[in-house]
Antibody
Framework: EVQLVESGGGLVQPGRSLRLSCAASGFTFDDYAMHWVRQAPGKGLEWVSGISWNSGSIGYADSVKGRFTISRDNAKNSLYLQMNSLRAEDTALYYC????????????????WGQGTMVTVSS | DIQMTQSPSTLSASVGDRVTITCRASQSISSWLAWYQQKPGKAPKLLIYKASSLESGVPSRFSGSGSGTEFTLTISSLQPDDFATYYCQQYNSSWTFGQGTKVEIK
């Protein structure tokens, strides 16, 4: 079964850090680009970051650039999001999503999504 | 950045109705558009990609059309399982989602 399982969310104070993980199974992980997408409570979807199959190309939304770092470990079939200098507006459910294609240089749709991990930034 | 605007924001319909949702892009995105369905407490599900290509396993009552800046998602005969929120997403340049259209029971 094709599956993405996120972990690492929680309650964190403003200015602190958190690292999210996404474990992939059921498909050849290193054949695809991967992304993080977030959804604030009661709001819509916002693309956060994406990474190509070999980590050769990486992109970030302006709202997180310089604070968040995406990475992947193809040997462990895992995707990560290191989130630093967290703000209240980063509070959201963070989804890991599989790209239809191999590189973010040719953008594509997302065909597999995890169930998300909740990040709450509050003092 | 490319902005995506969906209309309506909320749509009230009955089972069996034909439903159309519109998505407009702030600049041409060719056919690089996807549609997703999201139910409460669940992850989004890909329905349509490249404006009109049906994702595997998605019922044929869903269809997409359009190119350039104007796109539509049509549900030919609304079923009970279709009450959900629908999002368009452009992927011509980076990725941007519309604000969503909630399809509710009339």
């Amino acid at each position: 079964e094709v599956q993405l399982v996120e972990s690492g969310g929680g309650l964190v104070q403003p200015g602190r850090s958190l690292r999210l993980s996404c474990a992939a199974s059921g498909f050849t992980f290193d054949d695809y680009a991967m992304h993080w997408v977030r959804q604030a409570p009661g709001k819509g979807l916002e693309w956060v970051s994406g990474i190509s199959w070999n980590s050769g190309s990486i992109g970030y939304a302006d709202s997180v650039k310089g604070r968040f770092t995406i990475s992947r470990d193809n040997a462990k079939n895992s995707l990560y999001l290191q989130m630093n200098s967290l703000r209240a507006e980063d509070t959201a459910l963070y989804y890991c999503a599989k790209d239809i294609g191999i590189t973010i240089l040719k953008p594509n749709a997302f065909d597999i999504w995890g169930q998300g991990t909740m990040v709450t930034v509050s003092s | 950045d490319i902005q995506m605007t969906q209309s309506p924001s909320t749509l009230s319909a009955s089972v069996g109705d034909r439903v159309t949702i519109t998505c407009r892009a702030s600049q041409s995105i060719s056919s690089w558009l996807a549609w997703y369905q999201q139910k409460p407490g669940k992850a989004p599900k890909l329905l349509i990609y490249k404006a009109s290509s049906l994702e595997s396993g998605v019922p044929s009552r869903f269809s997409g059309s359009g190119s350039g800046t104007e796109f539509t998602l049509t549900i030919s005969s609304l079923q009970p399982d279709d009450f959900a929120t629908y999002y368009c997403q452009q992927y011509n340049s980076s990725w941007t989602f519309g604000q969503g259209t909630k399809v509710e029971i009339k």
